[in-house]
């Protein structure tokens, strides 16, 4: 039988023996102060997130707990008894209460990827199990689900209530797919169904979630939310219906995800018009629709298409691109007055992503659109689609998908499973980490920590229903010292002299009003010519969030993969900006306009980086009200009691 006081009994005995040392251990150089990381060692997925008897678990497969999302106390190493042959990959941990297993009632039992050394032997899924809460032992018969598959992982268990089996979700990482299966008694596992062909998939899919998530404002309706991770950096979501054998997405969401339908703006050229197969291909990821336009099947020209002359009519025009990064020889051009005034082109590589231009300075011109390929001998190309005028720049560098965080550092995300049914609130964590520099962070107790929790509701918009996420409301209990500007006209530069005083570990929340076209620029951690700079053009909707001047790391490395801008579209409600933002030591995390869009940035600021200030330009920005709370520490504050 799982027996609270069994864990809390080991809580106690952890506290006792690192309560001399937790204030050095948790104060080091970049150490985040109210987000959970362990004493040492790595931390990346989070894993096992559920909710019993009060107690909520965090498992990486390290294993924390807390009474409140917000304190947390380490436990010992829980996974015992195995090889020793294999790592533990990431998954989830279920409480058997009726004892559906045969272990015993009320165990726990964690699930995990087995995985070997060097990526060629088979994934397999595996569990270990639990009569205290604290120790997980290896179960002989391992492994429960194995399909010979090189890539098969991050098993997500939970339980189905309406058809009263238990539900496991594991992906197929690079077959981008997602397979569902069930058990009656968690260690025989039946094939249901496979979830693929929607979405971004160009990269490993990872840790699935699916879950039921409430509609804000609607009591007692929610609707199913899948969760998948794109590596190496990312969290994509789909909406639809689960009924216990397939996961099914609204017809709106495959629409949008398939066709663009629902996105803002006018379809100036989709090229779906086009009868022709020069306007098609196999060799692209991440298309509109079922045509493009591909610049090698008109090599005979420079041109490879030209539009009609038409008239600036909106400030921003968008267009997905893929293919060749040289500028000089393929790109997307704006032409007005016979002349380049803007241009783009892909990333390299075969990939569509979203891309486009601020046009409001031309509002009223002629203009054309040209696509250029001056490339004669080699395979080079460029690709275009979806060419769209809107109120709204979608310049983000992205595939088209929906994006849970629009930082680069938010991950794996996972949501709290409640056992003791109580809660009707959906709280998710991810770890704040990117694949392609995760190893090489300055830290020096270890690596990695996770999100701060966040609540996540859906809202209906004019696309369909949407992720909103907010900090957890129990965040609010280390706020301490504040200040508080209100009514205040920015007239160009602001210094928010108070903030040093802060160390880099407070809270934000902050309204704008924009009267006309304006551009706002927010820096934080800023000291000298170093800072994170956060930029909102109200003339487009685009928010933006730059740190290539943020981090004092010295590894050139490093920073070359680290530095990037982060874009979103972010649209005024009322001619107001609402932004909420944490900063702890190495990390910002930014949710605009009541949670719709979201950045999640590391960060690793020098020590002198404390400073922030407020900038504008244009027409009036004012501070309709900003107040900044200084947080404690969770590690000062179990030192102190």
Same mark, same amino acid.
């Not at 250029?372 to 992205?398: C, E, W």
């Not at 770890?431 to 859906?458: C, D, H």
């Given at each position: 039988?799982?027996?609270?006081?069994?864990?809390?009994?080991?809580?106690?005995?952890?506290?006792?023996?690192?309560?001399?040392?937790?204030?050095?251990?948790?104060?080091?150089? /970049?150490?985040?102060?109210?987000?959970?990381?362990?004493?040492?060692?790595?931390?990346?997925?989070?894993?096992?997130?559920?909710?019993?008897?009060?107690?909520?678990?965090?498992?990486?497969?390290?294993?924390?707990?807390?009474?409140?999302?917000?304190?947390?106390?380490?436990?010992?190493?829980?996974?015992?008894?195995?090889?020793?042959?294999?790592? /533990?990959?990431?998954?989830?941990?279920?409480?058997?209460?009726?004892?559906?297993?045969?272990?015993?009632?009320?165990?726990?039992?964690?699930?995990?990827?087995?995985?070997?050394?060097?990526?060629?032997?088979?994934?397999?899924?595996?569990?270990?199990?639990?009569?205290?809460?604290?120790?997980?032992? /290896?179960?002989?018969?391992?492994?429960?689900?194995?399909?010979?598959?090189?890539?098969?992982?991050?098993?997500?268990?939970?339980?189905?209530?309406?058809?009263?089996?238990?539900?496991?979700?594991?992906?197929?990482?690079?077959?981008?797919?997602?397979?569902?299966?069930?058990?009656?008694?968690?260690?025989?596992?039946?094939?249901?169904?496979?979830?693929?062909?929607?979405?971004?998939?160009?990269?490993?899919?990872?840790?699935?979630?699916?879950?039921?998530?409430?509609?804000?404002?609607?009591?007692?309706?929610?609707?199913?939310?899948?969760?998948?991770?794109?590596?190496?950096?990312?969290?994509?979501?789909?909406?639809?219906?689960?009924?216990?054998?397939?996961?099914?997405?609204?017809?709106?969401?495959?629409? /949008?995800?398939?066709?663009?339908?629902?996105?803002?703006?006018?379809?100036?050229?989709?090229?779906?018009?086009?009868?022709?197969?020069?306007?098609?291909?196999?060799?692209?990821?991440?298309?509109?629709?079922?045509?493009?336009?591909?610049?090698?099947?008109?090599?005979?020209?420079?041109?490879?298409?030209?539009?009609?002359?038409?008239?600036?009519?909106?400030?921003?025009?968008?267009?997905?691109?893929?293919?060749?990064?040289?500028?000089?020889?393929?790109?997307?051009?704006?032409?007005?007055?016979?002349?380049?005034?803007?241009?783009?082109?892909?990333?390299?590589?075969?990939?569509?992503?979203?891309?486009?231009?601020?046009?409001?300075?031309?509002?009223?011109?002629?203009?054309?659109?040209?696509?250029?390929?001056?490339?004669?001998?080699?395979?080079?190309?460029?690709?275009?689609?979806?060419?769209?005028?809107?109120?709204?720049?979608?310049?983000?560098?992205?595939?088209?998908?929906?994006?849970?965080?629009?930082?680069?550092?938010?991950?794996?995300?996972?949501?709290?499973?409640?056992?003791?049914?109580?809660?009707?609130?959906?709280?998710?964590?991810?770890?704040?980490?990117?694949?392609?520099?995760?190893?090489?962070?300055?830290?020096?107790?270890?690596?990695?920590?996770?999100?701060?929790?966040?609540?996540?509701?859906?809202?209906?918009?004019?696309?369909?229903?949407?992720?909103?996420?907010?900090?957890?409301?129990?965040?609010?209990?280390?706020?301490?010292?504040?200040?508080?500007?209100?009514?205040?006209?920015?007239?160009?530069?602001?210094?928010?002299?108070?903030?040093?005083?802060?160390?880099?570990?407070?809270?934000?929340?902050?309204?704008?009003?924009?009267?006309?076209?304006?551009?706002?620029?927010?820096?934080?951690?800023?000291?000298?010519?170093?800072?994170?700079?956060?930029?909102?053009?109200?003339?487009?909707?685009?928010?933006?969030?730059?740190?290539?001047?943020?981090?004092?790391?010295?590894?050139?490395?490093?920073?070359?993969?680290?530095?990037?801008?982060?874009?979103?579209?972010?649209?005024?409600?009322?001619?107001?900006?609402?932004?909420?933002?944490?900063?702890?030591?190495?990390?910002?995390?930014?949710?605009?306009?009541?949670?719709?869009?979201?950045?999640?940035?590391?960060?690793?600021?020098?020590?002198?980086?404390?400073?922030?200030?407020?900038?504008?330009?244009?027409?009036?920005?004012?501070?309709?009200?900003?107040?900044?709370?200084?947080?404690?520490?969770?590690?000062?504050?179990?030192?102190?009691?």
């Amino acid at each position: 039988m799982v027996k609270k006081t069994s864990i809390w009994i080991f809580v106690c005995l952890a506290m006792v023996g690192n309560i001399l040392v937790v204030q050095a251990q948790y104060d080091e150089v /970049y150490r985040p102060q109210y987000h959970f990381s362990p004493t040492k060692g790595w931390i990346g997925d989070p894993d096992g997130l559920i909710h019993y008897k009060g107690v909520y678990h965090l498992f990486w497969w390290g294993h924390a707990v807390s009474r409140d999302l917000v304190h947390w106390e380490e436990l010992p190493y829980p996974m015992q008894g195995g090889p020793g042959d294999f790592s /533990y990959f990431s998954g989830s941990v279920v409480v058997d209460k009726n004892n559906d297993s045969g272990f015993g009632n009320e165990s726990m039992i964690a699930f995990y990827t087995r995985h070997y050394p060097g990526d060629t032997l088979p994934e397999a899924q595996a569990i270990s199990v639990s009569n205290d809460g604290v120790i997980f032992n /290896y179960y002989k018969k391992n492994p429960v689900l194995d399909i010979n598959k090189v890539f098969f992982r991050d098993p997500q268990v939970f339980w189905h209530d309406e058809t009263k089996k238990w539900i496991m979700a594991v992906s197929l990482p690079n077959e981008q797919s997602v397979h569902f299966y069930s058990s009656e008694n968690l260690k025989k596992w039946k094939f249901l169904s496979e979830f693929k062909g929607l979405g971004v998939q160009n990269s490993f899919w990872e840790c699935p979630d699916l879950f039921e998530v409430p509609v804000k404002g609607k009591k007692d309706e929610k609707h199913w939310v899948l969760l998948i991770g794109r590596g190496p950096n990312r969290v994509q979501y789909f909406v639809g219906d689960f009924d216990g054998n397939r996961f099914i997405p609204y017809s709106n969401i495959e629409s /949008y995800l398939k066709r663009g339908i629902g996105l803002q703006g006018e379809i100036f050229e989709d090229f779906e018009e086009v009868r022709s197969n020069k306007y098609s291909s196999n060799s692209k990821r991440g298309f509109l629709g079922n045509r493009f336009l591909l610049s090698e099947n008109f090599k005979n020209d420079t041109i490879a298409w030209e539009s009609s002359c038409f008239q600036i009519s909106k400030p921003a025009i968008n267009f997905l691109v893929s293919g060749s990064n040289d500028i000089q020889n393929h790109s997307i051009q704006l032409i007005i007055d016979n002349r380049t005034r803007e241009e783009s082109a892909g990333n390299g590589d075969s990939i569509f992503r979203w891309k486009g231009w601020n046009v409001a300075k031309w509002l009223g011109k002629s203009a054309k659109i040209r696509v250029i390929d001056k490339s004669v001998n080699d395979s080079a190309n460029i690709a275009i689609d979806h060419i769209q005028f809107s109120d709204q720049l979608m310049d983000t560098n992205l595939e088209h998908g929906l994006w849970l965080d629009y930082g680069n550092d938010f991950y794996a995300a996972r949501t709290w499973r409640d056992y003791d049914n109580n809660s009707k609130r959906k709280v998710m964590l991810g770890w704040m980490g990117n694949w392609r520099y995760a190893n090489q962070v300055p830290t020096s107790w270890g690596k990695g920590f996770e999100s701060i929790p966040r609540e996540i509701q859906l809202i209906e918009t004019g696309e369909g229903l949407r992720i909103v996420q907010n900090p957890i409301p129990e965040l609010k209990t280390l706020r301490t010292t504040s200040f508080e500007l209100k009514e205040i006209p920015l007239k160009a530069n602001l210094q928010l002299s108070k903030i040093p005083e802060y160390g880099n570990t407070y809270e934000m929340n902050a309204v704008f009003k924009f009267t006309g076209n304006s551009e706002l620029q927010i820096n934080l951690q800023e000291d000298g010519n170093k800072s994170l700079v956060l930029t909102y053009d109200s003339s487009t909707n685009l928010f933006s969030v730059d740190r290539s001047t943020t981090t004092n790391a010295t590894s050139k490395e490093f920073i070359e993969k680290f530095k990037g801008l982060m874009k979103a579209p972010v649209k005024l409600k009322n001619d107001l900006l609402e932004i909420r933002i944490f900063v702890d030591r190495s990390s910002v995390e930014i949710f605009t306009q009541d949670g719709e869009k979201v950045f999640s940035v590391l960060t690793f600021p020098g020590p002198e980086q404390t400073g922030a200030s407020l900038h504008s330009k244009g027409d009036e920005v004012i501070i309709k009200g900003l107040k900044v709370w200084k947080l404690n520490s969770i590690w000062k504050n179990k030192n102190n009691n």
